[in-house]
């Protein structure tokens, strides 16, 4: 055999290896900057706990605006990522425009966007949902942020860049063998369960809820303690009656021994619907016995009204036309909305909240992380009480002189090692599990009890994002159930909420002006460069060979 058919057979047999070696071996490299296509330890984590098929279903496909192409590109990609790492994970892009009743049913409501194509405005409807199936397990979110930003770019933006999180956090959440449980506090006059719906049903997909109540510390605190000691968080939503000695030592060595606690409290005794009702009340201190408790851990809820000039609205009767009464939607200077902390994963991209009669929050110096959640404006009011508040002082001429005390704190982060209340104190009873200080720990001190509350329509709850006689929206529901999840996350999923990604759009309006000069660019240029090309080859090689 010469050489230059071994030549050719060893050529053949590299062409065939090579082949089978690209079928078997699957390799990517992330060549972006900010390495978008780079899953995290996070992710990795949690779907190599995926042992069995787990289908994803995307409903990006059709016919949809050129721009959500991006979005459906980006979520192609990404999943191609986690199949590539778990080959129990099955992609699957849907057409909704056939099956949209079905989809609403599940609850995937379809998107109104405004779309401009080629300097025209057009209104489109697409469904920006995933759905995941894991087992008897099913799962669905919105590819689209919820939160109010200032273009469809930006939510574009957004919604890129908490890819990584929707998916992996939906995994997680259909995945996951024992759900975390959460109790919520009763017996102190707190919520009823038809006010906190909204965004309890939310936290009951994820988690297991159980109500909890302390009146049986009085017979048998210890046993009160143990059992509370089993849940994992603590939600106390707006409690209107005082707490005992023995029920502040339960809640304080439940934090003690790494209880996680959400506080939404109103230390002002001041009410919406009462107001609506008499128009005139009387607004004064409530005294919940909290103070010493919340001191300890290093803040106090102050028994001041925070007026605010950046605030929601409230509709108000201005008159009559026939038999119909007339409202218009005013600011209600007492209802906050309060700013968020883009620095903060929890509140990263959420909507201002709105908040109801809130009282400021002072932080106190000690060994406590303290991170801002929700702040005022700048243009603020305290107001002292008691105080009487009519609600004709909504058409009072506002004066921002009236308007200096700054920004004034609503909620706050504290995360650390707490130390107990009752560290060289007089304990009201004795425990086999009282600690003095806790391991690190968190929680989240609110100062308004109505953050969590949602309205009533027809008797039954509305959506907290939403208000229903002025139909704004607000971040309240979102920003409680990402609390939520920080207190409890132990998989770093809510860092991946920080993500942030360089993605660059096309500048529709400048496209459009300059469309003819583009056009000309990339059609007509290059035919005639390849024209001149020709012109001067054929020149040269008749002069060289004439």
């Given at each position: 055999m010469n050489k230059k058919v071994k030549s050719i057979i060893l050529l053949i047999i590299a062409i065939i290896v090579f082949n089978y070696a690209s079928q078997s071996v699957y390799k990517r490299f992330d060549l972006t900057s900010d390495?978008?296509?780079?899953?995290?330890?996070?992710?990795?984590?949690?779907?190599?706990?995926?042992?069995?098929?787990?289908?994803?279903?995307?409903?990006?496909?059709?016919?949809?605006?050129?721009?959500?192409?991006?979005?459906?590109?980006?979520?192609?990609?990404?999943?191609?990522?986690?199949?590539?790492?778990?080959?129990?994970?099955?992609?699957?892009?849907?057409?909704?425009?056939?099956?949209?009743?079905?989809?609403?049913?599940?609850?995937?409501?379809?998107?109104?966007?405004?779309?401009?194509?080629?300097?025209?405005?057009?209104?489109?409807?697409?469904?920006?949902?995933?759905?995941?199936?894991?087992?008897?397990?099913?799962?669905?979110?919105?590819?689209?942020?919820?939160?109010?930003?200032?273009?469809?770019?930006?939510?574009?933006?957004?919604?890129?860049?908490n890819l990584e999180y929707s998916f992996s956090n939906a995994i997680n959440t259909v995945n996951i063998d024992i759900q975390k449980k959460v109790a919520i506090l009763i017996g102190n006059g707190e919520l009823q369960d038809m006010y906190q719906y909204s965004y309890l049903s939310e936290v009951a997909k994820k988690y297991r809820l159980a109500k909890f109540t302390l009146d049986s510390v009085t017979k048998n605190p210890q046993q009160t303690l143990s059992d509370l000691l089993n849940l994992d968080l603590a939600v106390i939503a707006k409690p209107t009656e005082k707490f005992s000695e023995k029920e502040k030592l339960v809640l304080d060595q439940f934090i003690a021994n790494g209880g996680k606690t959400l506080w939404m409290l109103d230390m002002v005794q001041a009410d919406q619907d009462s107001l609506a009702t008499n128009n005139k009340m009387l607004a004064y201190p409530r005294d919940l016995n909290l103070t010493d408790l919340l001191f300890s851990y290093g803040v106090r809820i102050n028994s001041t009204l925070i007026k605010d000039l950046y605030a929601a609205e409230?509709?108000?009767?201005?008159?009559?036309?026939?038999?119909?009464?007339?409202?218009?939607?005013?600011?209600?200077?007492?209802?906050?909305?309060?700013?968020?902390?883009?620095?903060?994963?929890?509140?990263?991209?959420?909507?201002?909240?709105?908040?109801?009669?809130?009282?400021?929050?002072?932080?106190?110096?000690?060994?406590?992380?303290?991170?801002?959640?929700?702040?005022?404006?700048?243009?603020?009011?305290?107001?002292?009480?008691?105080?009487?508040?009519?609600?004709?002082?909504?058409?009072?001429?506002?004066?921002?002189?009236?308007?200096?005390?700054?920004?004034?704190?609503?909620?706050?982060?504290?995360?650390?090692?707490?130390?107990?209340?009752?560290?060289?104190?007089?304990?009201?009873?004795?425990?086999?599990?009282?600690?003095?200080q806790s391991a690190p720990n968190k929680m989240v001190v609110i100062a308004d009890g109505d953050v969590g509350k949602n309205q009533l329509l027809k008797g039954k709850p509305y959506d907290l994002a939403r208000d229903k006689w002025t139909n704004q929206q607000f971040g309240n529901k979102d920003f409680l159930l990402n609390t939520i999840d920080y207190l409890l996350d132990d998989t770093g999923l809510m860092q991946l909420r920080n993500k942030s990604l360089k993605i660059r759009m096309l500048d529709k309006q400048k496209a459009f002006k300059e469309r003819t000069y583009w056009q000309f660019l990339n059609v007509i240029s290059p035919l005639l460069l390849l024209f001149g090309f020709g012109f001067v080859f054929n020149f040269l090689r008749r002069r060289t060979y004439s």
């Open positions: 390495k978008r296509y780079t899953l995290s330890k996070t992710t990795l984590d949690i779907i190599s706990k995926v042992n069995k098929t787990l289908f994803i279903n995307v409903y990006l496909e059709g016919d949809f605006p050129s721009e959500f192409k991006r979005l459906q590109i980006e979520t192609q990609q990404y999943l191609e990522e986690l199949a590539s790492e778990n080959s129990n994970i099955i992609i699957n892009f849907e057409n909704p425009d056939n099956q949209r009743e079905a989809l609403i049913k599940k609850g995937m409501m379809p998107s109104q966007l405004t779309v401009e194509e080629e300097g025209k405005m057009t209104e489109a409807i697409i469904f920006p949902w995933a759905e995941i199936n894991y087992g008897k397990k099913t799962s669905i979110f919105s590819l689209l942020p919820n939160a109010m930003l200032a273009s469809q770019k930006e939510q574009l933006q957004k919604a890129i860049e409230i509709p108000v009767a201005t008159g009559q036309v026939g038999n119909q009464t007339q409202f218009k939607n005013l600011d209600w200077l007492y209802h906050p909305l309060a700013g968020t902390n883009p620095n903060n994963v929890i509140t990263k991209n959420v909507t201002p909240v709105r908040l109801q009669f809130a009282n400021q929050i002072d932080t106190l110096k000690n060994n406590i992380k303290k991170t801002p959640l929700l702040v005022s404006s700048v243009f603020t009011q305290k107001v002292g009480t008691p105080v009487f508040i009519e609600l004709q002082s909504i058409a009072e001429e506002v004066l921002e002189t009236d308007y200096k005390s700054g920004n004034q704190l609503f909620a706050v982060l504290l995360e650390g090692q707490f130390t107990s209340a009752y560290k060289n104190r007089v304990k009201p009873f004795t425990s086999k599990f009282y600690k003095e």
